[in-house]
């Protein structure tokens, strides 16, 4: 049996060697969606796509404290939303297509999309606890 010859060593495409030869840069690239487009003023993402529905919305901090958001969440201003469908990959798709779209990606078994320029309304059941109407 022939001994193996060790792989030679290749580097990441984002990592460059840096003037030391024990340290490594990374360079940052920007992670804006290639898919955003602009979206006008106050724009209101629709709360049915097709195969999918909004399942939440704009919260209040109560009620993302009870679903279990994050304390930053985009949810808590007003630009993000989140989908439920039966197919999430078409549904990512659909998404994906809104106008001011930054963010569109499949989590804990729902659509999260996040856009610059959003105005999303209250909804969800849980989500929106303590809003006085």
């Known amino acids: ?9 290749t580097r990441h495409p984002n990592v460059r060697k840096a003037s030391s030869p024990r340290t490594m840069e990374v360079r940052r690239q920007p ?3 290639t898919f955003a487009k602009p979206a006008p003023a106050g724009f209101v993402p629709p709360a049915r796509l097709n ?14 404290r009870i679903v279990g958001g994050v304390p930053n969440s985009a949810h808590l201003s007003g630009r993000a939303v989140d989908y439920d469908g039966p197919n999430l990959p078409a ?3 659909q998404a994906r297509r809104l106008p001011g779209v930054r963010k569109a990606f499949i989590h804990k078994g729902h659509v999260h999309t996040e856009g610059e ?3 999303v309304p209250y909804y969800g059941a849980r989500g929106t606890t303590g809003l006085k109407r």
Do not use: D, I
Request: proline fraction near 12%; glycine fraction near 16%; charge should be positive.
């Open 31 to 33: 992670r804006l969606a």
């Open 117 to 119: 320029g959003w105005n």
């Open 91 to 93: 549904l990512l798709e």
């Open 1 to 9: 049996m022939r001994p193996r010859r060790p792989r030679p060593r």
């Open 51 to 64: 195969g999918g529905t909004m399942t939440s919305g704009r919260r209040t901090p109560e009620g993302n």
